[in-house]
């Protein structure tokens, strides 16, 4: 790692320590989400000082169309995370943060219903292997059927399901996956 980019993620992990009220015992959350940040920066080639967002603004002044890189999601667009893997949860619910959406997190269905139960949400990210009553495929059986406007993603590092196991209007996305083929199934699925 070079020591701008090592210099770069410590001061980003630690910004994001004092943003959650400095506490304790996270810093592997903080500097995995810093990691992830950078990570996306570097592929997106976004710079530090948002002239991509600049250009951008200035493209829609002009009234050109953006290019596939510059569309941004709606930002109220609502993504629900659920993974009882800690770090996967965190990576990804960075990465969707990073790319302009709201995004929430459960460790498991149980969790997962609660929030869907709370408030309306776009998408649903949901891991297959998880611990409790119901794994990802019953949430994801459950979701379709009581909010049906809802996407849905499957991901599993351990079996890989074609749309007939699945169900019709559920996306399948195996692990490990890199940020931009979560992010292009999640638009995809729209």
Do not use: C
């Not at 600049?54 to 109220?76: I, N, T």
């Not at 997962?112 to 998880?130: E, G, P």
């Amino acid at each position: 790692m070079s020591d701008e980019r090592h210099e770069w993620i410590s001061k980003r992990a630690y910004g994001l320590w004092e943003e959650n009220g400095r506490q304790w015992g996270r810093d592997q959350e903080y500097w995995l989400r810093a990691s992830s940040a950078r990570d996306h920066m570097e592929k997106t080639r976004a710079s530090p000082d948002g002239r991509e967002v600049l250009a951008r603004r200035d493209r829609l002044a002009a009234g050109l169309e953006p290019s596939p890189s510059e569309r941004v999601p709606d930002r109220h667009q609502k993504v629900l995370i659920v993974d009882d893997e800690p770090v996967l949860r965190f990576a990804a619910v960075s990465t969707l943060e990073d790319a302009g959406y709201l995004a929430m997190e459960a460790a498991n269905a149980s969790e997962a219903l609660i929030w869907l139960r709370m408030q309306k949400v776009d998408a649903v990210i949901t891991d297959i292997n998880m611990p409790g009553e119901m794994d990802g495929l019953g949430l994801a059986a459950k979701v379709r059927q009581l909010w049906p406007e809802t996407r849905v993603i499957v991901t599993s590092g351990l079996v890989s399901l074609r749309a007939s196991d699945i169900g019709e209007g559920v996306r399948f996305l195996r692990k490990p996956y890199e940020e931009s083929a979560l992010l292009g199934t999640l638009a995809d699925a729209a």
